[in-house]
């Protein structure tokens, strides 16, 4: 595996460590359907939280959430929407952005709640 898809994927259990800590209940890690994916699906009180994990090894080229853009944030939401109609959930959703910066543990980690609403299609 490429160093770059190791750090992706230590900042993602780092990020899902920092969550549960923090009293969330992790439903699905890197969810998956057809085109489709989420990083990572929980709950949080009586909401459903969609987080979209961002790793950097540094932030010499700009903040890891500048990543999240506008089309990036329309797929996580199409993609929110088939996960809540596939398990038949009934719960407000929440948007999240977990950046996670640095080369190894420990990593610096930032969460941002509600980073950003759905857009109106």
């Known amino acids: 595996m490429a160093r770059h898809n190791e750090l ?5 259990d780092a990020a899902a460590a920092y969550l549960e800590k923090s009293g969330y209940l992790i439903r699905h890690r890197n969810w998956r359907h057809r085109y489709f994916e989420l990083d990572i699906v ?3 009180g009586d909401e459903l939280v969609v987080i ?3 790793t950097r090894s540094s932030t010499d ?6 990543a999240v853009t506008p089309m990036k ?7 929110a929407d088939t996960y ?24 610096t980690i930032e969460h941002i709640p509600d ?6 299609f």
């Not at 992706?8 to 993602?12: I, R, T, V, Y």
């Not at 080229?61 to 500048?66: A, K, L, R, V």
């Not at 944030?73 to 993609?79: D, G, P």
């Open 8 to 12: 992706g994927k230590e900042g993602e």
């Open 42 to 44: 929980a709950t949080h």
């Open 52 to 54: 979209e994990v961002k």
């Open 61 to 66: 080229f700009g903040n890891p959430e500048e």
């Open 73 to 79: 944030i329309r797929r996580t939401v199409r993609a």
């Open 84 to 107: 809540i109609k596939f398990f038949g959930i009934d719960m407000s959703v929440r948007f999240d952005i977990v950046t996670v910066v640095g080369t190894s543990a420990p990593f």
């Open 115 to 120: 980073a950003f609403r759905p857009p109106m």
